[in-house]
């Protein structure tokens, strides 16, 4: 990381914005794919997705270690090309985040893709659009309220996950040490004051997020009544 | 007018459809598509605008291939010179009507001449409408935009997939008119969807009855509705006869139009629009058609005309009979029981009345 050390607030903003960042480039691709396929992959690639929601964090933070670690070929691979591990950096902790996020962002927005459906696509095509063209300037507008979902969503997923991140990340101060996990630290060392500096803050940027997406989904639905 | 052919060969089946259309078509004016729901006619649009793939066949317009399952080609949707208008407009309302009208603008080839975007406006009434988001349009206007957004597209051919079918006959009525004027206005050559033989014979003349995925009969349309052969498909069209007539005048007391029909008076309900002089085609419905063998009087239908029976058409074992007259040159048609026909021994070549309970007017004749 180029920043010198960030402290637990800033580290867990960054992870945020690049895990938000990297998967909605992964995540429209697939969530495109899931929402018009008829292929009979669909259902396994869709639970796949999926599983991230139901796996005990811990089970998906080992699994991710194995796979990360130097001595498995991912590992070594990334070892051989950044020159550092990827268990136990910042990278790893991206990692992993798009990983256990990736739900947050692909089912919001294939819902939305679903939503939209074939019609507006095909009017595309018969006024001269070929299907990039359409995505971008058909399909993606009208997924905006989609796209706002998933969006905040897997942004706020990713500042609250613990489990993974410990698991994955440990507790470097500037490079995995994140706000959930600077909270279990001033826990256990029974530091409750810093605790709760920490805990309110992520409480009110919760409820301020999710606020603002109900209001906006709201005002959207009316758009849509009216 | 322009004429383009329409070379038609493709095969495709479903479940409950199989498709298998051989026809050459020689697109002018406007061409009906015609058939009951489930018999293919929106498959078979979708399949020329390239929305959808048969399994074999050459859908080609002119010299213009695009699809050819034995050469490989399959030109894609956006690449067809087609504008396509769907039932339900697929507006994009995310953009307003000035934007929809845009999209298509923007898109399409300049070099074809003759459509702009003023005159296409003003040909729709859209000025009106321009900077309305085009969820707030009704369905009428939605449909005029939807129309609009596919002459800008300066299609070589126009596809209007039941454009009226989702529509109420107040807003039906209202966007009839443009349906009948546009694809004359801008000489495009328009094929219409639909399954109401009274918008078809308004709009169309020439028409294609698809049943079953194949296609029927194809030709004009004054002659397919009058076929009796057709009747089990187009089981709800009202059989009737279409004539051409002479506008003589008005009469605004008793809200009638004169017109004659081959030298002999016929009276209808008034059409101000109508000039007196104008040549119109009217339609007139076999089961309004009663038969006398001699000139009745005290009695209420007002239009009985000298006639000579042509033939005589038994309806299969239903108790009905189409009888067939002729006046000088126009044919009238009359849906008459078996038993009347035997009581009052109508025979072919015999002089006889058709009283003629009701007439409407179908179109102008250009």
């Not at chain 1, 590992?75 to 990983?99: C, D, I, N, Q, R």
């Not at chain 2, 050459?24 to 489930?38: D, H, I, K, Q, R």
């Not at chain 2, 707030?136 to 597209?153: C, K, N, P, Y």
């Amino acid at each position: 990381m180029i920043l010198h050390e960030p402290g637990p607030l800033l580290l867990t903003l960054i992870l945020a914005a690049s895990t938000t960042t990297i998967l909605l480039v992964l995540g429209t691709p697939l969530a495109w794919w899931l929402a018009s396929t008829r292929s009979r992959l669909k259902p396994v690639v869709e639970a796949v997705t999926a599983l991230p929601l139901v796996l005990p964090p811990t089970v998906l933070g080992f699994y991710l270690l194995v796979v990360m670690s130097p001595a498995s070929p991912l590992g070594k691979l990334w070892v051989e090309a950044v020159g550092e591990a990827l268990t136990f950096s910042f990278s790893g902790l991206v990692a992993a985040s798009v990983v256990y996020s990736l739900p947050f962002m692909v089912q919001p927005l294939a819902s939305a893709f679903k939503t939209v459906g074939r019609a507006p696509l095909e009017a595309a095509a018969s006024l001269r659009a070929s299907p990039l063209d359409a995505f971008f300037t058909v399909a993606v507008p009208l997924s905006a309220q989609g796209f706002l979902t998933a969006v905040v969503l897997t942004f706020a997923h990713t500042v609250g996950e613990f489990g993974v991140v410990l698991m994955v990340g440990g507790n470097i101060p500037g490079r995995t040490k994140v706000i959930s996990i600077a909270v279990y630290e001033h826990v256990e060392t029974l530091r409750y004051s810093e605790a709760h500096v920490l805990s309110a803050g992520l409480v009110i940027f919760a409820f301020c997020v999710l606020s603002i997406v109900y209001s906006l989904n709201r005002r959207g639905a009316a758009a849509h009544v009216r | 007018m322009s004429v383009d052919v329409l070379s038609l060969r493709a095969r495709l089946s479903y479940p409950q459809l199989e498709l298998d259309v051989r026809e050459e078509l020689s697109l002018s004016g406007v061409t009906a598509l015609f058939g009951p729901s489930g018999s293919g006619k929106s498959t078979l649009l979708r399949l020329i605008a390239g929305l959808k793939t048969p399994r074999a066949g050459r859908i080609a317009l002119g010299s213009e291939v695009w699809f050819d399952s034995r050469s490989g080609v399959n030109v894609p949707a956006h690449c067809r010179s087609v504008g396509f208008m769907f039932q339900d407009s697929r507006l994009f309302d995310h953009l307003s009507v000035k934007g929809n009208l845009e999209f298509a603008d923007k898109r399409s080839s300049r070099d074809a001449p003759g459509i702009v975007w003023q005159d296409v406006v003003a040909a729709l009434d859209l000025e009106a409408l321009l900077e309305r988001r085009s969820r707030s349009l009704s369905g009428g206007e939605r449909q005029r935009v939807a129309l609009a957004r596919s002459l800008l597209t300066r299609p070589r051919l126009l596809m209007l997939d039941e454009p009226l079918s989702a529509l109420d006959d107040k807003r039906k009525a209202e966007i009839l008119p443009y349906l009948e004027r546009i694809p004359r206005h801008f000489d495009i050559p328009t094929i219409f969807v639909s399954h109401a033989l009274d918008e078809i014979v308004q709009l169309a003349g020439s028409m294609i009855v698809l049943a079953e995925g194949r296609v029927q009969a194809y030709g004009p349309t004054a002659a397919i509705v009058e076929r009796l052969d057709l009747q089990p498909i187009t089981g709800r069209l009202e059989a009737g006869v279409l004539v051409h007539a002479r506008v003589r005048g008005h009469d605004s007391r008793l809200a009638l139009t004169h017109v004659d029909l081959d030298g002999q008076p016929l009276k209808m309900p008034i059409v101000k629009k109508l000039a007196v002089g104008e040549t119109v085609r009217l339609r007139i419905p076999a089961r309004d058609v009663a038969v006398a063998v001699s000139k009745p009087g005290g009695i209420s239908i007002r239009n009985v005309l000298a006639a000579k029976i042509e033939r005589i058409a038994v309806d299969g074992d239903s108790a009905f009979t189409e009888v067939f007259m002729t006046l000088r040159s126009a044919r009238i048609r009359a849906r008459l029981t078996r038993d009347a026909v035997e009581k009052l021994n109508l025979t072919a070549g015999m002089p006889v009345f058709a009283l003629i309970k009701s007439v409407s007017f179908d179109r102008r004749i250009v």
